[in-house]
């Protein structure tokens, strides 16, 4: 799976910003995808995920600002943020996660996106 994401920028606080991730190549067995975001200095953290069947999961940093969607049609997944805030600061980048056989699965990760927010 080839994972190519979109939509990163420059925005003052209170702004939104729109990530699109596009996904080629086999996606059979894909049952997870998400975004997640590294600052300099930090560790790659969890924003946000999807399984396959809708369920939804958020950072507590960014729920009620943030909504994760995907196009099954298109093979696309997206980020809306809004009121975004400078420490939304990061690089993002999207996540496919395929389940395997006896409980284990492999990762692809799209290359990441910045994201900038100014106060």
């Known amino acids: 799976v080839q994972l190519q994401a979109s939509g990163g920028g420059s925005v003052q606080a209170g702004g939104s910003l729109r990530l699109s991730c596009a996904a080629s190549g086999s996606i059979a067995g894909i049952n997870t995808v998400g975004w997640h975001r590294q600052a300099p200095g930090n560790e790659r953290e969890l924003v946000a995920t999807?399984?396959?069947?809708?369920?939804?999961t958020y950072a507590d940093a960014v729920k009620g600002r943030f909504t994760i969607s995907k196009n099954n049609t298109k093979n696309t997944m997206s980020l809306q943020m809004n009121s975004l805030k400078p420490e939304d600061t990061a690089s993002y980048y999207c996540?496919?996660?395929?389940?395997?056989?006896?409980?284990?699965?492999?990762?692809?990760w799209g290359q990441g996106t910045q994201v900038t927010v100014s106060s």
């Open positions: 996540n496919a996660k395929r389940t395997l056989a006896w409980g284990t699965s492999r990762d692809f």
């Open positions: 999807m399984t396959s069947g809708g369920s939804t």
